[in-house]
Each structure stands twice: as C-alpha cells, then as structure tokens.
C-alpha cells in the first residue's frame, strides 16, 4: 500500500512549457485535490474531483488542466509554465467525496522550478 | 482578510515549555477543524481534529470557540522533534470536501 505517490520530485522548466505532474493512490479514494504552496501563502487549491470523470476548479486554477479518468490516477498539466507557477505542487487524497472534510492523505510533493 | 490566519511565528521555546498556537477563520458556516503538522520540506500529516467539545491527544489539546471563530492548539512538554510548521485548517462550507488551509505556525523547540 504506497498510499499518494507523485512524480517527478523536482523539475525545472523554461517559460513557455508544458508538462504533466502525476498523481495516484491506491487506496480507493473518491476525492483528489491539487494544491500549490508558497513562501507565506499556505496551500492553496487548483482543482479538485469527487471521481472518476468528475473534475472542478480550486482557487487558482488558471494556467492548469486536470482529468480523473480512474479512481486511482489525477494527474495535472502544465499548459505554458510561467514563472508565477514555480512552487510546490501537493497532490491529495480523501476517502469520500461529499460531507464531512476527513483526513487528507498527501503525495511528497513535486518542486517545479520555472525559469 | 483571509479565511483562516495564524501567526507565522517562529515561536522558539525550549524542551519542556508549553506552548500555545491560535488560529482565527471568517466563515462562521464551518463545521470540520483540523491541526496539520508540516516538516521543513515534506507533505502535511493530520496532527488531530478539533471537536467543539475539546480534545486531548496526548500532549496536545485541540479547542474550538465558534462564538469568537478560533481555534487552538497547545502543546505541552514540548520535545525536541515538535519542531515542525502546525497549519490551521477549516472546511469551506457547501462544497465537497474543500479545505482552507492557513499559512502555518513555526515552532521551534530548543535543547
């Protein structure tokens, strides 16, 4: 059981490309999310899905793309990286999609340097 | 204003203090509180939920007042590896499952 696992850890981009960020659990989780967190800011949501084929936009999600077409994978894309979009990119899981907020499970993080 | 705000800290306290952490929120609809605990440069991991009763774990107590729209967290005994960043986080009412997330507490425990 490897729970939320991100890939890659760290990557650094020119201004102007695209790339995807992956995100899967294995846990069977209907929810997923995107965050984004900077120095000050806390994290911050850019979309999010309660499931397979359902997608829905965060606080910031423009310059982002997302699709769910498993349970297990969401993963996000870059569409023209720019420079405001260096940061740490979280990736999240919860059991149930709608009610109660319950424990968010967290990826390690994927570091994306735009330059 | 934001919808959740703590103090940034750093707190630096050393091995054996109590310390106390506040977090405030602007939605008076929210219903789920939580405290997440952050290592310099890994991912979140839930340190405890906040009931309106109050609650215990340990060393650390979680408290709720809805009147004032706050939340606390006290640790007591502090150790060593409680060095760590505690993020405040609130439910955003009439969505699925989103969370606001504060821009976290810093605290650092000294020998």
């Known amino acids: 059981n490897a729970g939320v696992t991100q890939t890659p850890k760290f990557q650094v981009l020119k201004t102007g490309q695209s790339m995807t960020l992956q995100c899967a659990q294995d846990?069977?989780?209907?929810?997923m999310s995107w965050y984004r967190q900077d120095p000050g800011m806390g994290l911050r949501l850019i979309h999010y899905?309660?499931?397979?084929?359902?997608?829905d936009q965060g606080e910031v999600p423009n310059g982002y793309n997302v699709s769910r077409s498993t349970t297990e994978d969401f993963p996000l894309r870059l569409l023209s990286a720019a420079p405001s979009q260096t940061s740490v990119y979280f990736c999240?899981?919860?059991?149930?999609?709608?009610?109660?907020?319950?424990?968010?499970?967290f990826g390690p993080g994927t570091r994306l340097t735009v330059l | 204003r934001k919808e959740v705000e703590q103090d940034p800290g750093p707190f630096n306290v050393p091995e054996g203090a109590t310390v106390a952490f506040n977090c405030t929120y602007s939605?008076?609809?929210?219903?789920?509180f939580f405290w997440y605990r952050q290592d310099c440069r890994k991912e979140p991991k839930l340190l405890m939920s906040?009931?309106?009763s109050g609650n215990e774990d340990g060393r650390f107590t979680a408290q709720l007042n809805r009147a004032s729209q706050y939340i606390s967290l006290l640790i007591r005994d502090s150790k060593l590896s409680d060095s760590a960043t505690y993020l405040c986080?609130?439910?955003?009412?009439?969505?699925?499952?989103?969370?606001?997330f504060g821009a976290g507490t810093r605290l650092a425990v000294h020998p």
């Open positions: 999240a899981s919860t059991p149930r999609a709608a009610g109660l907020a319950d424990t968010q499970y």
């Open positions: 846990m069977n989780h209907e929810y």
């Open positions: 899905s309660v499931g397979a084929g359902i997608t």
């Open positions: 939605n008076s609809a929210s219903q789920s």
């Open positions: 906040v009931y309106s």
């Open positions: 986080v609130v439910n955003s009412p009439g969505g699925y499952n989103k969370l606001i």
